[in-house]
């Protein structure tokens, strides 16, 4: 269901002579025979807004729908980049309770699993709108509409009790003019049915924090301005109001000058900030210099929730431009995200990880992934993390510079470090990523069957137990050759 709406706005090592020839002839059958099934490697990222915004005590989220998860592309990416997920539409009233006290949570489930399975947190979005209404809802006499909304906000709220970080409790309250919409919930319960909605929900998830939501409230105007006023009634009545949301449907070159003030104005208030929907849509088709000016607006956005002490977090409004909601709701934008249709991060994520502290958004030069045979999944530091004795995994390709390995020699280096057979290790030993020393045990030979194996153990990286799945860990085993034990450069 589309709406019509007012447009929102180094430490080397030598190796003897011989070693370096070996090296030399294996790492080129290596080559060649990577080559031979390669593909070109796409420019990537050469970390995660995930990891950079963690670093800054905050999130970087993303928006999928249920379709999205069949995406493994869109999975991958959003799994490799985002710690905080909003599901598109299927926390909706119209897909949770389509009928009078009939649920239906199975859509949303599906979201929170994916989230749970990544490692991510979610946002729930949303609880009480005017849009994505059941008509059975708009219909009912004033005098049952209370009722119907508490028992949505408490059965939606308990069902998804623990498992929510934030609720938008209610979603785009207001008219443009500041006014409140005369919707269904205004017209049976005025301004007060915000702090009723805002008690059942507190009362069903006490743990989660409860937003108030809004578009074109970015900067200071009339809106935001009305926003304000409520925001303070409601915490001088005592209602359980926790963050305001911004959505942060911008067009290019359109980012309010006024969005720190305004944000700064409700964190003094003693609210949570976040920015909850960005996307940054360009006319058709995007020229060069709109896609830079989209990197330099989500630049701004990043750098200003920074600054912002209160400013938990930044959500983009789906992973890449194929998949955004702005092509067919804004007739002739589009390109609106940090991702282009391949999966391809634009300026606007270069922008982001660098407002984030992050370097380079290519890889170095000369490394490669290492993909299973048997998975089609990646060699992978998770997390990208760099303490000595971090145990690779497998996990879905994604590029980012956890996965990225350069053949150094006889070495395997990733994130500056080495990867690295502990000592005495024997078959089942897990291996790990250690500072570069020179040892043998930080030499591999990179066999043109597709097997590495150690110069010190003589024994085989091995996906353990044969297993697929996101996580598993690579221990040393007897050489086989089998498919878990054959890696290509990705
Ligand atoms: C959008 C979804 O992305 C679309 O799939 C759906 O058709 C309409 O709603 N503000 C919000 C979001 O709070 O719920 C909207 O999501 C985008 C605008």
Redesign the pocket.
Known sequence: ???NRTP?SGQGFRPGRRALAVGTVLVAAFLAAATAIGMALPAQAATSLRSLAETKGRYFGT?M?GGDLGNGSLTGVAAAQFDMLTP??EM?WDTTERSPGVFNFGPGDQIVSFAQAHGMRVRG??LV?H??LPSWVSNLPLNQVQSAMQNHITTEANHYRGKIYAW?VI??PFNEDGTLRQDIFDRAMGSGYLGIALRAARAADPAAKLYI?D?NIEGVNAKSNALFSLAQSLLAQGAPLDGIGL?S?FIVGQVPSSLLTNMQRFANLGLDVAVT?LDDRIPLPASSNNIQQQGTDYGTVVNDCLMVARCVGVSQ??VDDGHS?ID??FPGFGAATMYDRNFQPKPAYNASAAALGGGSSTPPPGTTSLVSAASGRCLDVPQSNTTNGTQPVIWDCHGSANQQWAVSGLTLRVLGKCLDAPPNAAAGTKVQIWDCNGGTNQQWNLNASGTISGVQSGLCLDVNGNATANGTTVILWTCTGAANQRWTRG
Request: proline share 0%; aromatic share 18%; charged share 30%.
């Open positions: 269901m589309r709406r929102y928006e729908t598109g539409n909706k979005h949303n709108w849009s994505q938008d979603n785009e939501n578009f959505e449907h929907e409004w789906g909601w067919g709701t």
